[in-house]
Nanobody, 123 residues
Framework: QVQLVESGGGSVQAGGSLRLSCAAS????????VGWFRQAPGKEREGVAR????????YYADSVKGRFTISQDNAKNTVYLQMNSLKPGDTAMYYC????????????????WGQGTQVTVSS
């Protein structure tokens, strides 16, 4: 049974940082796609970062470029999202997702999803 478990969310003030983790069990990230998505109340889910784990290429939404970094630890089978310079507009539930290539921004292309972790940024 595949499980993706996110952790690391919380409440921070604007300008602060958080690191989200997404640990996989029953699934190996290697050479697959991983994406971080977020959904704020009343808004559609949006992709913020994605990566094909067989390469070093990373992709970010314009709204987070330069502030967020997606990375992986193959030994721990864990993917991270480092979030710096957080803004109130980053407040959302954050989800990690994994699937097979090709890696896209479409949430429908990711087969496995975590339960989400809440990030709240206050001004």
């Amino acid at each position: 049974q595949v499980q993706l478990v996110e952790s690391g969310g919380g409440s921070v003030q604007a300008g602060g940082s958080l690191r989200l983790s997404c640990a996989a069990s029953g699934y190996t990230y290697n050479r697959n796609c991983v994406g971080w998505f977020r959904q704020a109340p009343g808004k559609e889910r949006e992709g913020v970062a994605r990566k094909y784990l067989g390469s070093s290429n990373t992709y970010y939404a314009d709204s987070v470029k330069g502030r967020f970094t997606i990375s992986q630890d193959n030994a721990k089978n864990t993917v991270y999202l480092q979030m710096n310079s957080l803004k109130p507009g980053d407040t959302a539930m954050y989800y990690c997702a994994a699937g097979s290539p090709p890696c896209t921004w479409s949430s429908s292309s990711y087969r496995y999803w975590g339960q989400g972790t809440q990030v709240t940024v206050s001004s």
